[in-house]
Nanobody, 116 residues
Framework: QVQLAESGGGLVQPGGSLRLSCAAS????????MGWYRQAPGKQRELVAD???????NYADFVKGRFTISRDNAKNTVYLQMNSLKPEDTAVYYC??????????WGKGTLVTVSS
């Protein structure tokens, strides 16, 4: 089994920044992709950004230029640096991990609230 521990969410004013972290632990033999999704109230879960084992990244259009995803393979950890936050970024942010055997794990989520 693989466990994902997210941290870094909270309340921030518009224009502010937050950094989310997701650390994977457990029976990890290989990691393919790690990423972040979000789900706002009444909306479907959507991709924010993901990063492949080789470092290739993929971003949703609505975060390009504002968010940066990175990973530390030695620590099995993925980060999401979020700058210039907007009220519409308010959501629960979920970490996702896909192993080399194409098994998907999800974290429990961390709440990000952007409000003045």
């Amino acid at each position: 089994q693989v466990q994902l521990a997210e941290s870094g969410g909270g309340l921030v004013q518009p224009g502010g920044s937050l950094r989310l972290s997701c650390a994977a632990s457990g029976s990890i033999f290989s990691i393919n992709t790690m990423g972040w999704y979000r789900q706002a109230p009444g909306k479907q879960r959507e991709l924010v950004a993901d990063i492949a084992s080789g470092g290739g990244t993929n971003y949703a259009d609505f975060v390009k230029g504002r968010f940066t995803i990175s990973r530390d393979n030695a620590k099995n950890t993925v980060y999401l640096q979020m700058n210039s936050l907007k009220p519409e970024d308010t959501a629960v942010y979920y970490c996702k991990l896909v192993t080399g055997y194409v098994i998907t794990y999800w974290g429990k989520g961390t709440l990000v609230t952007v409000s003045s």
